[in-house]
């Protein structure tokens, strides 16, 4: 695939519009589906060329999309979409949905020949704007391999993972282990401050101690200030924990902690809290 490649682009949310000025950066041609006057502004906005139907935009051979959740992605297998597409296409998703939405998906678009990628990815929006996503793929071989170099654009990491949806259950593996870790940090940081701790020293010594990660690195100072803009947000995380616990259910898996996350996430959506940053759970520091 040569870097000229048309790409179209289905969902210019907070991780879309910024993969989608990486790409038009690196040279590729893009191609926005605009479905409503919202995403027509935006598109203009950032000069991506515009179409305003799933069939038009299959006039382009690759086509991404990025969707809230799995009744978006299905809404996407309109009839006429379904029609416009053959062996030449590959449709890649790279939204956190369920398995069993994805392979829905799967079963539709076998009909048509075209290849499906499931590529959810692992990251920020700030990481998606300097292209230091983690790309989790599954689907053909052979359609990774063409789409590896678009994918490298945005994605410093891409991991091929299987044929079907492994890509689909890692991600929601990895969400799981970020909303505990956002549970856990909180209960860890009210019993340093009970002791009298300073919350900015306990999280200097834990981001170079045996729990630092990268995530906890960049939410570091958020804690400190006890301050949370979404850049995921609570009802985000509640949605994807529901998926995990979905998983759990339908492949009898036994994962309380979980479920215990989950309801710790539901009681900070009712307090109000649905739209900030899922790191919100440790509020403001109380020494």
């Known amino acids: 695939m040569g870097i000229s490649q048309a790409v179209g682009w289905i969902g210019l949310g907070k991780m879309g519009l910024p993969i989608c000025g990486r790409l038009k950066a690196a040279g590729l041609r893009v191609t926005v589906l605009a479905r409503n006057e919202d995403g027509a502004a935006k598109a203009e906005k950032e000069?991506?060329?515009?179409?305003?139907?799933?069939?038009?935009?299959?006039?382009?051979?690759?086509?991404?999309?990025?969707?809230?959740?799995?009744?978006?992605?299905?809404?996407?297998?309109?009839?006429?979409?379904?029609?416009?597409?053959?062996?030449?296409?590959?449709?890649?998703?790279?939204?956190?949905?369920s398995p069993q939405a994805s392979a829905k998906v799967a079963r539709e678009l076998a009909s048509t020949g075209a290849a499906y990628m499931r590529v959810p990815v692992s990251g920020s929006t700030t990481h998606a704007a300097a292209g230091q996503l983690t790309a989790m793929a599954s689907g053909p071989k052979s359609a990774f391999d063409?789409?590896?170099?678009?994918?490298?654009?945005?994605?410093?990491?891409?991991?091929?993972?299987?044929?079907?949806?492994?890509?689909?259950y890692?991600?929601?593996?990895?969400?799981?282990?970020?909303?505990?870790?956002?549970?856990?940090?909180?209960?860890?940081?009210?019993?340093g401050e009970a002791g009298g701790l300073q919350r900015s020293d306990m999280l200097e010594v834990m981001t170079q101690s045996a729990i630092a990660t990268p995530l906890l690195g960049y939410k570091k100072?958020?804690?400190?200030?006890?301050?949370?803009?979404?850049?995921?947000?609570?009802?985000?995380?509640?949605?994807?924990?529901?998926?995990?616990?979905?998983?759990?259910?339908?492949?009898?898996?036994?994962?309380?902690?979980?479920?215990?996350?989950?309801?710790?996430?539901?009681?900070?959506?009712?307090?109000g809290l649905g739209a900030d940053d899922f790191f919100c759970l440790s509020g403001a520091p109380k020494i």
């Open 47 to 97: 000069g991506f060329p515009t179409c305003g139907s799933l069939s038009e935009l299959a006039a382009c051979e690759v086509i991404f999309s990025a969707v809230p959740d799995d009744a978006a992605l299905l809404g996407l297998l309109t009839e006429g979409f379904l029609a416009a597409l053959g062996p030449a296409h590959i449709f890649i998703d790279i939204s956190t949905v």
């Open 221 to 271: 100072n958020s804690l400190i200030r006890g301050e949370y803009p979404a850049a995921f947000s609570v009802s985000q995380i509640m949605k994807d924990l529901d998926l995990v616990l979905e998983v759990a259910r339908s492949d009898h898996i036994s994962i309380p902690v979980n479920a215990i996350v989950r309801q710790r996430f539901e009681q900070a959506y009712v307090d």
């Open 146 to 168: 063409e789409v590896q170099p678009v994918l490298a654009v945005f994605c410093a990491r891409q991991f091929y993972l299987g044929a079907d949806d492994q890509a689909r």
């Open 170 to 191: 890692l991600k929601l593996a990895i969400n799981s282990i970020l909303a505990a870790n956002s549970a856990l940090i909180a209960e860890a940081l009210a019993v």
